[in-house]
């Protein structure tokens, strides 16, 4: 796809949404799909520009996160952005993988995203590198939205080298302990008995930080339980099964991975009321996404 073509695309995707009715958005609805009853959209797919050299790429936020992976492994180079659905999703959402802890949350992916208002015009946040940005960093709102701020169109995102060696590794050692000695883990998961480490780098160093930490080879990390919620991180180790069932908490991070849902916390006023503010501000008759409800999905 060339750069003309997605800006087709993305003008055809504007008026699609228009500027009066409800109306959501959807990819390959790996996420939840689109709000039902409600007028769907998809954003614009395909990849438009690669740049290996400056570590970027241009593509609509309708395109599969596999077929960007595949593009960037040609070059040797790969995204922080979970591996499931489309970019978009990927972004509305704001889950970052369990990479995380080394490969810094998914909103640092992006530099410039380009999103549809509630107003129905195009609007451009950010800038193609990370110099262009200054003031307030709406890619960074915009990041964990779930399209009720605006929908995303097409973004520039942030590429890293694909790591020439990674290896998963276990201990019995306390995930705190592991974490503080440890040189730039990329993922710390602990399940209340079990500490799974993921090293990367250099195979030769990856070995010998692994032998002087006392760790074991392992072929896979744990299996991820379906529910997610988000503590404190120096709130990790007093996890208790008993609480929340089986689980598997990134250690460093805060995300837990549980067996059970557990009660939604209550939000403090002062963040509802900033949250209500900053959405009436962007979607003042609610049109976007009606009746998703950000901060209770978080």
């Not at 990819?27 to 990849?47: E, K, Q």
Request: a negative charge.
């Amino acid at each position: 796809m060339s750069a003309s073509t997605l800006d087709a695309a993305v003008a055809a995707f504007v008026a699609e949404v228009g500027e009066a009715d409800p109306v959501t958005v959807t990819g390959l609805g790996t996420r939840g799909g689109p709000v039902p009853d409600v007028r769907s959209v998809t954003a614009p797919s395909g990849i438009a520009s690669l740049e290996p050299a400056e570590m970027t790429i241009c593509c609509g936020a309708g395109t599969p996160v596999a077929d960007v992976d595949a593009a960037l492994a040609e070059h040797g180079q790969c995204l922080a952005v979970p591996d499931v659905g489309t970019i978009g999703g990927a972004l509305a959402v704001g889950h970052s993988g369990i990479r995380r802890l080394g490969w810094g949350p998914v909103r640092d992916t992006v530099l410039q995203a380009r999103y549809v208002s509630a107003a129905g015009q195009l609007v451009k946040a950010g800038g193609p590198t990370v110099k262009n940005v200054s003031g307030f960093d709406l890619c960074r709102l915009l990041v964990g939205s779930r399209g009720t701020l605006g929908f995303l169109a097409d973004v520039i995102l942030r590429t890293r080298p694909v790591p020439v060696g990674e290896r998963w590794f276990t201990s019995e050692q306390a995930p705190g302990e592991l974490l503080r000695t440890l040189y730039r883990p990329t993922s710390v998961l602990w399940d209340g008995r079990t500490t799974w480490v993921l090293l990367d780098g250099h195979p030769v160093d990856v070995a010998e930080q692994a032998r002087a930490c006392g760790l074991r080879p392992a072929e896979d990390p744990p299996a991820l339980p379906p529910y997610r919620r988000s503590i404190p991180p120096s709130a990790v180790g007093a996890l208790s099964a008993d609480d929340v069932g089986a689980f598997v908490a990134e250690v460093g991070v805060g995300i837990v991975h549980a067996e059970r849902p557990v009660a939604a916390s209550e939000v403090d006023p002062a963040v509802r009321t900033l949250h209500d503010r900053i959405k009436a501000e962007f979607d003042p008759d609610g049109r976007l996404n009606p009746g998703v409800d950000v901060l209770a999905l978080a």
